[in-house]
């Protein structure tokens, strides 16, 4: 069995720097670890995104506008057709059509090389978006409606479309 040594005289300066660093140089240390751990974390996200964007399907990041106004700028200044979308979140076809059909790579690719997308949400009963549903004449949905870039109605089509039949209609 080991006994400790015994208490001897103080240990000079040189010797404490021997033994153990200054508690300042530890602290340090500490903050250098813990802000090279940040910065392999935020380089890694970053690189995650980025081959994410890159390699991901351009339907995938397709931008759908949130308003008739604004995808109708849109369409005017692009000249792309206008693809307007009624849904809600309680609406089970609606959902089946964001998983299903919208999320199909061709589907997905096709749409947003070719139109300005617009989802008109009415999952909230007291949304303006209630009465623009009204003033176009929406009865049920998910509804779907093709515009030129001008707001000239093409086509209309309701209820769940599986992706094959979506492009031949998106297409005519």
Request: net charge negative; glycine share 4%.
């Amino acid at each position: 069995m080991l006994l400790p040594s015994p208490p001897g005289p103080p240990a000079s300066p040189s010797q404490e720097d021997e033994l153990a660093p200054p508690i300042e140089d530890v602290a340090s240390d500490s903050q250098r670890s813990g802000l090279s751990a940040f910065f392999v974390f935020l380089i890694i996200g970053v690189s995650c995104l980025l081959i994410w964007l890159v390699f991901s399907p351009s339907g995938a990041h397709a931008a759908w506008y949130d308003s008739i106004d604004k995808g109708t700028i849109q369409a005017e200044l692009t000249r792309k057709p206008m693809l307007v979308f009624y849904t809600a979140d309680w609406c089970p076809p609606c959902k089946m059509l964001k998983k299903q059909t919208f999320a199909d790579d061709q589907v997905a690719k096709y749409l947003a090389d070719n139109y300005i997308l617009i989802k008109i949400d009415l999952t909230d009963r007291q949304s303006p978006n209630q009465a623009i549903a009204r003033e176009y004449e929406v009865r049920s949905i998910p509804t779907m409606f093709i515009y030129t870039s001008l707001g000239i109605e093409i086509d209309s089509i309701n209820g769940f479309i599986p992706p094959r039949e979506f492009l031949e209609w998106i297409r005519k």
